[in-house]
């Protein structure tokens, strides 16, 4: 594919694609514990004598070096060796969300170019009925990870003599393709992430000096799918730790499990850490042994911030960033306490930028679109030459820069503020409101865990604000009542005019708000 953000050059730079970096751990640490999951535990040696039987089956099967390979399936040990695998054998990850529709499903594989797709038992059912929509999908081989297949159009990847087979694992280049990771889809549809094996090298070098490294022992509960899955496990298994996953995420268990396995570090998203917090046994002594916990993927409220700080045990880390890559924030909130209102700093490889609409950088303190340009930014998006056209600015500095569609500022000490993303701001009676300011209000009150705001139609106003909340257990607080007390807040144009108490938000699986699903819950509520 075109490139649409050429890798900038690093002097010295010595490359090392990620199947040598677990050949080299499983030559010094054989014994040790590489992956952790509810029913089973993979020593570094087990890793990689699975992830190289798997790799030589996908290569009998017919997967080449430059293939791509759909994965679908939960997060545990078995999982991630067959995501390995597809590394080994020279080709390209694409895992699949499961909790996108058959239609989506269907129109990613094909979007992809995958001859090859990889599920666990869970997903079995879904992929047999997904390979039917579409006859583009009849030569897609399929390949059953942890289970007896369905029928001998499945291949079980458990079984074989790959061993006894004259099969080479061929090398990993730095230009190869590592994955194509497809976004979250809160909005339109999904778009294919292309990363390359120096993208994801460059990266995991970067988490590894923020402590994720062989003395590391890393917990993530989201989904494979996700940047913000893969980022911290493949930097623990690159790094030489242990990587502790789960398949599920409730409060009580993930406690548990933290303790038990003696984790040091974390990657949460801002959802997770306010269901941790309304959990009544999670204390600042909870988890002994945490010592830092990465925050990513959707906005981190300022209280529910400032609540972890004073009760969450070890520091908690807020990353600002895309999974596109060409920027990065960071904010140790241990070291910045008076700047939780912040992402923090730009990191030491990434250029940030504040620009207006016509792409002309603005001075500090306004408020516009964040751009940004690091020395790990992705090739471009998987047949999108619209899209990738839209979303690269080049800048008087000769320098090809990222739009997030994202708005925000930065203060006089150099700490980012994002307050919106631009599609979202809610323009009523000629004034810009940003939900953020609004759900922050929202959750300075005792009785919310969680809180949206989205712009609604409004005759009087064009848009008014509209807000939704869940609730602690056992509250009897008004919609009334919540209104009022944020309102006493916020200033005279930026009040909410109606509020919803919900059960659950409409969330996908990053934790993220669905808008369109939660403007259908809103809808009726002004005129």
């Known amino acids: 594919m075109p490139v649409l953000f050429p890798h900038d050059y690093i002097e010295g730079e010595a490359f090392i694609a990620l199947p040598d970096q677990i050949r080299q751990r499983a030559a010094q640490t054989p014994d040790k514990i590489a992956i952790c999951d509810e029913t089973s535990a993979c020593s570094w040696s087990d890793l990689l004598l699975s992830s190289e039987e798997l790799a030589k089956r996908l290569i009998v099967m017919g997967v080449a070096p430059g293939d791509s390979v759909a994965l679908i399936g ?6 991630v060796t067959a995501f ?8 390209c990850i694409v895992p699949l969300p499961a909790i996108a529709s058959d239609a989506a499903l269907s129109g990613m594989l094909l979007d992809s170019g995958a001859n090859t797709v990889l599920s666990t038992t869970e997903a079995a059912d879904r992929i047999t009925g997904v390979l039917g929509l579409d006859a583009g999908h009849r030569k897609i081989n399929r390949g059953a990870i942890d289970f007896t297949p369905p029928g001998d159009r499945w291949a079980d990847l458990r079984t074989g003599q790959s061993t006894a087979l004259d099969v080479a694992l061929p090398p990993l280049h730095a230009d190869a393709l590592f994955n194509i990771i497809y976004s979250s889809g809160t909005t339109g549809t999904p778009k294919g992430i292309v990363h390359d ?57 993930y406690i548990e499990t933290a303790r038990k396995t003696g984790a040091t570090h974390a990657m949460l998203v801002p959802t997770l850490v306010q269901r941790l917090l309304a959990e009544p046994s999670f204390q600042i002594d909870s988890i002994p ?3 830092r916990t990465f925050v990513t993927a959707s906005p981190f409220a300022t209280s529910v911030k400032s609540e972890a700080v004073r009760r969450w045990p070890g520091v908690i880390q807020e990353i600002y ?29 990434a250029i940030i930028r504040i620009i207006d609409e016509g792409g002309s950088e603005l001075p500090t303190g306004q408020v516009g679109e964040i751009i940004g ?5 992705m090739l471009g998006y998987h047949n999108r030459p619209e899209q990738n056209s839209a979303v690269r600015i080049d800048m008087p500095d000769g320098l090809a820069y990222l739009r997030t569609g994202d708005l925000g ?89 109606a509020l919803k108490i919900l059960q659950e938000l409409p969330l996908n699986a990053l934790g993220k708000v669905v808008k369109s699903e939660l403007g259908k819950q809103l809808k009726g509520l002004v005129s």
């Open 74 to 79: 939960d997060l545990q040990a078995t999982t």
């Open 289 to 291: 042994t945490l010592e």
């Open 409 to 497: 500022r930065f203060d006089d000490d150099g700490f980012l503020y994002v307050v919106g993303r631009a599609k979202d701001v809610i323009i009523s009676g000629g004034f810009n409101i940003y939900a953020t300011d609004l759900e922050d209000a929202l959750l300075l009150h005792p009785d919310v865990n969680e809180a949206a705001v989205m712009g609604m139609p409004s005759a009087a106003w064009g848009e008014t604000p509209v807000a939704a909340v869940v609730l602690s257990a056992g509250s009897d607080v008004s919609e009334a009542c919540l209104i009022s007390f944020a309102n006493e807040k916020l200033g005279k144009a930026q009040r909410i005019s």
């Open 373 to 377: 340009h690091s020395n790990t930014m």
């Open 321 to 349: 960033g895309m999974t596109e890559g060409g920027l990065t924030a960071m904010l140790d909130t241990s070291l910045f306490p008076d700047k939780l209102g912040s992402v923090g700093k730009p990191s030491p490889s």
């Open 84 to 91: 390995l695998s597809v590394l080994f054998a020279g080709a």
């Open 197 to 253: 094996n120096l993208y994801r090298f460059r990266q995991m070098l970067r988490m590894h000096g923020t402590g994720v490294n062989e003395n590391c022992t890393m917990f993530v509960s989201t989904a494979i799918y996700s940047n913000t899955t893969l980022m911290p496990a493949l930097s623990v298994l690159s790094g030489g730790g242990t990587l502790v996953t789960k398949r599920k995420f409730e409060a009580k268990n």
